[in-house]
């Protein structure tokens, strides 16, 4: 099993910026891909970034060109980076963690919260 440990969500005005850390436990947290998913009151939860082993990213079209995934893996924590912030950012925040045969198995985070006023 994976520990995952989100922090830096907050209230912020439209246009300015937070960084979310997720912190994970052990070597399986390090070796996969770790996403950053989110959801909004009454909505779904969407992929927001993912992150493979290797360091390549992908991202929802609504975030490109503002939110930038990142990882370290020597202190096995994924960072987003969010710039230029909307109010329809507005969000719980949650890191995932796949790994196993098909990426079969995963762990959430408890989620941060990120409110974008205008």
């Known amino acids: 099993q994976v520990q995952l440990v989100e922090s830096g969500g907050g209230s912020v005005q439209a246009g300015e910026s937070l960084r979310l850390s997720c912190a994970g436990s052990?070597?399986?947290?390090?070796?996969?891909?770790i996403g950053w998913y989110r959801q909004a009151p009454g909505e779904q939860r969407e992929l927001v970034a993912k992150?493979?082993?290797?360091?390549?990213?992908n991202y929802v079209d609504s975030v490109k060109g503002r939110f930038t995934i990142s990882r370290d893996t020597a202190k096995s924590t994924v960072y987003l980076q969010m710039n230029r912030l909307k109010p329809e950012d507005t969000a719980v925040y949650y890191c995932?963690?796949?790994?196993?045969?098909?990426?079969?198995?995963?762990?959430w985070g408890k989620g941060t919260l990120v409110t974008v006023s205008s």
């Open positions: 995932n963690c796949q790994w196993g045969p098909s990426d079969g198995m995963q762990s």
């Open positions: 992150i493979g082993s290797v360091g390549t990213t």
């Open positions: 052990g070597s399986t947290f390090r070796t996969s891909a």
